[in-house]
């Protein structure tokens, strides 16, 4: 079982920064792909960035592409989310989520889940 919290969220302006982090517990964490997903009022889930086990392969949505960098330290079990560059439309709730290598789930599902960290940019 894994588990996962994210931080770092809150209100900032237009233009301006935060980095979310995804902190993990258990002791495999390099075996999990990780994922920010992000969701907004009356808006479907959508992918922002994810990132492989070993932290080379990594993926961005092109609507953050050139401004959020997602990166991770195996070591300290936590993956981070560099949100730059901020646009309200950026507002959501951003979840990190978790997918083992040998998931035996749907390609595009995820075994674990974070609570949730809300990001409010303001103009």
């Known amino acids: 079982q894994v588990q996962l919290v994210e931080s770092g969220g809150g209100l900032v302006q237009a233009g301006g920064s935060l980095r979310l982090s995804c902190a993990a517990s258990?002791?495999?964490?390099?075996?999990?792909?990780i994922s920010w997903f992000r969701q907004a009022p009356g808006k479907d889930r959508e992918s922002a960035a994810s990132?492989?086990?070993?932290?080379?392969?990594?993926y961005y949505a092109d609507s953050v592409k050139g401004r959020f960098t997602i990166s991770r330290d195996n070591a300290k079990n936590t993956v981070y989310l560099q949100m730059n560059s901020l646009q309200p439309e950026d507002t959501a709730v951003y979840y990190c989520?978790?997918?083992?290598?040998?998931?035996?789930?749907?390609?595009?599902?995820?075994?674990?889940w974070g609570q949730g960290t809300q990001v409010t940019v303001v103009s």
């Open positions: 989520a978790a997918r083992h290598r040998a998931s035996q789930r749907l390609s595009g599902e995820y075994d674990f």
């Open positions: 258990g002791r495999t964490f390099s075996m999990y792909k």
């Open positions: 990132i492989s086990g070993n932290g080379v392969a990594k």
